[in-house]
């Protein structure tokens, strides 16, 4: 099996003010002496900073992520931030392509392209999104759906490899089923690790084999403490994106735990 070092991370959406979003992350930092696994936070662009504070403070064993990220580094674009600005503060992550923002704000596969390019300029990993509707996934459609989302938002990224294979990046690729996400309706494990396998032969194909064993696939979609260790059982789950349960800091945390006694001796 392939050395993967497993990551949870939290998507806290538009949840949490800033001072909300600063408590929350001095109760994570506590309990993350506890954790063994690589976990990732991501609030709010207003609460990036305060958050960063209170992990270097700390000395926390956590790390940063952003939810969006613009595809340009300056200029005339109100409203957006940049990666350049997303590294400085400084971000590790940064959620692209999730289906809320692909669906509520009309995000194309062309924009998503762009921003996974303006954050392996800045050396942030990206943490692309991709996951099929409900009709897809009853009519047996999971996998070919999600695999032509990766190759429209790694083409881009996989022509410019093919011409210098020593480029580096850091890509993280999450599962997210559309009718799984914040619904309790949560996808079998084995459903899960099938399309997950799918995305890795389609790294594979993409890229190479090397980079596609080495990228973590993350399962995401009504991930609890009660029901995450199921999905990092299987072979082709690195870990989790987590939604609604990635607001409270003891869920969160479970999850973390149940993550690093998953993988250990995997990673
Ligand atoms: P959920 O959200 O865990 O609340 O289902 C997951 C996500 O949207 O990233």
Request: aromatic letters at 8%; a negative charge.
């Amino acid at each position: 099996m392939a050395q993967r070092k497993s990551l949870v991370a939290g998507n806290w959406k538009m949840n949490k003010d800033y001072a909300q979003a600063v408590a929350l992350a001095q109760e994570l930092s506590y309990k993350s002496e506890a954790w063994n696994c690589e976990a990732c936070i991501c609030p709010t662009h207003l609460a990036l900073k305060g958050v960063a504070n209170v992990i270097s403070f700390d000395k926390a064993a956590i790390s940063l992520g952003a939810q969006n990220v613009s595809a340009y580094d300056d200029g005339a674009y109100t409203g957006e931030i940049s990666a350049r600005m997303l590294k400085a503060v400084p971000c590790q992550y940064c959620i692209v392509g999730h289906s809320e923002r692909r669906q509520l704000l009309l995000e194309t596969d062309q924009q998503i392209a762009d921003k996974i390019s303006a954050l392996i300029t800045h050396e942030i990993s990206p943490i692309l999104c991709c996951g099929e509707p409900e009709v897809v996934y009853q009519a047996g459609g999971s996998e070919d759906f999600v695999e032509q989302q990766i190759k429209a938002a790694l083409e881009s990224l996989s022509s410019d490899y093919a011409k210098d294979s020593s480029l580096k990046f850091d890509l993280v690729v999450a599962y997210e089923p559309i009718w799984a996400i914040g619904s309790n309706q949560v996808a079998s494990p084995e459903h899960a690790n099938k399309v997950c396998q799918r995305i890795r032969e389609s790294l594979a194909e993409l890229f190479d084999e090397d980079l596609a064993q080495k990228t973590r696939i993350l399962y995401g979609g009504s991930v609890k403490a009660a029901n995450s260790a199921l999905f990092f059982e299987q072979e082709h789950i690195d870990g989790a994106l987590v939604g609604g349960a990635s607001l409270d800091a003891q869920e969160f945390s479970d999850i973390v735990v149940a993550a690093a006694k998953s993988y250990s001796g995997r990673d």
